[in-house]
């Protein structure tokens, strides 16, 4: 009857610790649970909780989608802007509309995880857009050094951190090269054409700024801000050395003799002379991502000639 007893004993023990094992494998399963939420600030400040890194992603910007596909990632967009057109890969996904005026319906329907925004995107649309429950990211630069920003979070949300950090390293030195050789030349003043009719061009506080400033030049539009329309009258007193032309020069085939005829540039010296440059393809300066550094050396070679 002891012996019994004693097996009995045993048993309701054995069987006390299987029953709770289950509970500290269910107590592991919600720990690791809460250690997969993640929270990032985004490039407008918010703070953002998501469940999981984001598998499905619409991007609503073509820079982001460049970063994206920069960081081997392109497989996770399932949406992207009619403006997204590099690298080829972007030809083979779903376009949910413009950057500005994107269709909520094509978006609802691409099933995303995560949205990530653009700096132009409207506020009427934000809320359209939160509406779908969809978290929404701004990822996309509006100055030159938050374009390291912009990769490292973009690489965060994509699980390529480490591929964000060796982009960032390898601008950064291409960078640094490029101010060296330039430091000690002779400063040009250089306006930038973004547009021609209205005639804009880029003020202080903006990475074309950056941009113009690291090719080793000044910027003529220094005494405004931003984006802005440009007097023909300020611009002939000005009288920059050299004009650099970025307006759509690829989709639109701009040549030097349409800038010669334009009735806003035509008086200035520099343009009788010929000090102009037309940028290959201004999508290299106007999208804040890693292409960027092409276009700082294109700015270089146009302003210094072939310093490399």
Known sequence: MKKNLIIILLLITVLFVACQKPVENLEESIDDSAVSNITIIDM??????LS????????????NTE????????DKLVGITSFCDYPEETSNIEKIGDFDGPNIELIKKAQPDAIF??????????????????????????????????????????DKEATAEKINNDLQITIDDIKSRTKDLKKPNIFYVAWIDPLITTGTGT????VIKMSGAINTANDVEGWTQYSGEELLKQNPDMAIIACHATNEGVTIEDIKNEILLRNLECVKKGNIYIMKDDNLI????PRIIEGIKEMTKAIHGDIF
Do not use: C, H, W
């Open 286 to 289: 106007s999208r804040p991502g």
């Open 117 to 158: 925004g653009g700096v132009y995107l409207q506020d009427d649309m934000v809320i359209a857009l939160e509406n779908l429950g969809i978290p929404i990211i701004t990822t996309e630069a509006s100055y030159f050094d938050d374009i390291f920003k912009s990769i490292s979070l973009i690489g965060k949300l994509v």
């Open 67 to 74: 970063i994206v596909f920069a960081l081997g990632a392109g």
């Open 207 to 210: 990475y074309v700024d950056d």
């Open 44 to 49: 407008d400040g918010k703070e953002i909780n």
């Open 52 to 63: 999981k890194l984001p598998e499905r992603i619409v991007s609503l910007s073509p820079s």
